[in-house]
């Protein structure tokens, strides 16, 4: 039946196709005229005058190839557009679920860091001395695109100050607060330099905004700029395990990505029906 097998090989010559989807058609087109094949030698018909009338019941070979093509041709370009608009949901699910990750760690580490560094920089003294002034706004401008104020208050100076570390527990590991008035504070910096008309700087009361420390007789408060509120959003939700708040729109574009992949299976299932079909 060599006959067969080359009308089967010149059908799909030039069908630029899936390549195991094109072998596994061609398997099943050269089953289907052996089989025919041998029904007509079953009859007595010799085998290439049996192979030549398979061939020819079988159907018209330009009309075949022509419709493979086409066929080929759209699955092909639709294929490349579903699967390029579920890869680009993947990655951009992706971005948006490190980068949220990594604002919130660094968030985090930042909050450590500055509050720590400004504890050493005042140390165990009763006064701010102009170096350590200047180091505390070195550090202030390191975070300054994040920060609005930052504050220091020495509790020896006010005896409010002692209330208020007991109502809101306040220790030495920073934690968010309802702020004080930055009318108590020993020595107060915003970008790009010290104030000293405090009794004019009003707080925007968001607690979760508010960072407190203390140590020995200091008071160390910050406060964050209204820009970077996403951000202590996300740190809050995270705390509270609202993690849905957080990666709504990485999740979002992750079902994106699985119903794209699911059409995608659904259309390679529904191809291999229609071709089996086409031959048939």
């Known amino acids: 039946m060599k006959q067969i097998e080359e009308y089967v090989n010149s059908v799909y010559r030039n069908v630029?196709?899936?390549?195991?989807?094109?072998?596994?058609?061609?398997?099943?087109?050269?089953?289907h005229l052996l089989e025919a094949a041998y029904e007509l030698k079953e009859k007595g018909v010799s085998e290439e005058e049996a192979s030549r009338m398979a061939i020819e019941n079988f159907g018209d070979k330009k009309h075949m190839?022509?419709?493979?093509?086409?066929?080929?041709?759209?699955?092909?370009?639709?294929?490349?557009?579903?699967?390029?608009?579920?890869?680009?949901?993947?990655?951009?699910?992706?971005?948006?679920?490190?980068?949220?990750?990594?604002?919130?760690?660094?968030?985090?580490?930042?909050?450590?860091?500055?509050?720590n560094d400004v504890l050493t920089i005042v140390g165990d003294d009763d006064v701010i001395s102009d170096s350590k002034k200047e180091d505390i706004q070195t550090l202030?401008?390191?975070?300054?695109?994040?920060?609005?104020?930052?504050?220091?208050?020495?509790?020896?100076?006010?005896?409010?100050?002692?209330?208020?570390?007991?109502?809101?527990?306040?220790?030495?590991?920073?934690?968010?607060?309802?702020?004080?008035?930055?009318?108590?504070?020993?020595?107060?910096?915003?970008?790009?330099?010290?104030?000293?008309n405090k009794e004019?700087?009003?707080?925007?009361?968001?607690?979760?905004?508010?960072?407190?420390?203390?140590?020995?007789?200091?008071?160390?408060?910050?406060?964050?700029k209204d820009t970077y509120q996403n951000v202590i959003e996300a740190n809050n939700s995270w705390a509270l395990g609202d993690y849905m708040d957080i990666f709504q729109l990485p999740i979002l574009f992750f079902v994106v990505f699985g119903v794209l992949i699911i059409v995608w299976g659904f259309l390679k299932k529904y191809h291999k029906t229609y071709l089996k079909g086409l031959i048939n």
Not at 144 to 170: G, M, R, V
Not at 200 to 224: H, M, P, R
């Open 65 to 115: 190839i022509k419709g493979l093509s086409e066929f080929f041709s759209v699955q092909k370009r639709f294929a490349r557009y579903i699967l390029l608009f579920s890869l680009v949901s993947l990655v951009l699910g992706a971005i948006i679920f490190v980068n949220t990750s990594l604002e919130i760690y660094n968030f985090k580490e930042e909050r450590s860091i500055i509050m």
């Open 200 to 224: 004019g700087i009003v707080s925007d009361n968001y607690d979760l905004g508010t960072v407190a420390s203390t140590k020995d007789n200091w008071i160390v408060q910050y406060e964050y």
């Open 16 to 31: 630029d196709g899936d390549k195991n989807e094109i072998d596994e058609l061609k398997e099943e087109m050269q089953s």
């Open 140 to 196: 202030f401008d390191e975070h300054k695109d994040h920060l609005n104020y930052l504050a220091i208050f020495n509790t020896e100076e006010n005896a409010q100050l002692k209330d208020w570390l007991k109502e809101f527990n306040i220790t030495q590991k920073p934690s968010t607060t309802y702020p004080i008035e930055y009318q108590y504070a020993t020595f107060m910096i915003e970008d790009p330099y010290e104030i000293f």
